[in-house]
């Protein structure tokens, strides 16, 4: 174990969860990744750290994953709940079982993790930062996806509630807000031309959004940069969320 500073990101097997991962490590930190898909473990040795397969809905492989960690690297001083999932249906028939699994992962997930970690910040005297993602359908809505928006909405408000319960630990809680970003999540609008012409008409931008753009906020809130930012949601939407009305 060493003295380099320690970064546990989840879902980063691939889009913005890898590129905080290379965006961190780019920072100095020794990055640790974990992701329900086993191609995180080349990634993660592939940046210098390493990488854990964990299912972010499972709420005792959280535990053992911390436990891990601790025990071959040492404690986390930065976490970023990457980690989510969407089921899209329709609101009449949605199912509630996959309501559970969204919510399981996109906030059940984010708060255990950041628990974890937290407890351990303490314990250490680790003035640490968390960053969790959210999303701008913590604002608005999208009535196909109501578990997604559900859990992003809470997850903007736990974000909050962490940050002032740790305020006097000096840990530091945030999140970031994505719009339409240039993912596997908006695959299928990107190989549709009407689709994305129409995502774009409500982007005041006029583009999608890179993975690393949103990572690169990620390292700022994890950085000594962001050092008096707590309890904040940043939103990097292109101007989405400032728009009432679509751009022709």
Do not use: W
């Amino acid at each position: 174990m060493s003295d380099t500073p320690i970064a546990l990101i989840s879902g980063a097997a691939q889009g913005i969860g890898l590129a905080c991962a290379e965006a961190l490590a780019e920072d100095g930190y020794k990055v640790i990744l974990a992701d329900i898909k086993p191609e995180v473990e080349a990634e993660g040795t592939r940046l210098g750290g390493a990488g854990y397969v964990c299912d972010f809905g499972d709420v005792d492989a959280i535990g053992t994953l911390f436990d891990a960690i601790e025990a071959d690297h040492g404690p986390v001083s930065a976490l970023v709940n990457n980690a989510g999932i969407a089921i899209p249906g329709d609101f009449l028939s949605y199912d509630l079982a996959a309501f559970d699994a969204v919510l399981g992962v996109n906030l059940r997930g984010v708060f255990v993790a950041t628990q974890r970690a937290a407890k351990t910040m303490v314990d250490e005297g680790i003035e640490g930062a968390i960053v969790n993602m959210s999303s701008i359908n913590a604002q608005v809505a999208i009535p196909a996806i109501p578990a997604y928006c559900a859990s992003k909405g809470g997850v903007m408000q736990l974000t909050k509630v962490a940050a002032l319960a740790l305020a006097k630990n000096n840990i530091r809680v945030n999140a970031v807000g994505p719009g339409s970003i240039d993912t596997e999540m908006m695959a299928g609008v990107n190989a549709n031309p009407q689709a994305y012409k129409m995502a774009m008409s409500r982007t005041p931008l006029g583009r999608a959004g890179s993975a690393r753009e949103i990572a690169d906020v990620v390292a700022f809130l994890c950085s000594s940069k962001s050092s008096y930012v707590t309890g904040e949601t940043i939103y990097v939407d292109g101007g989405r969320l400032g728009l009432n009305y679509v751009m022709s």
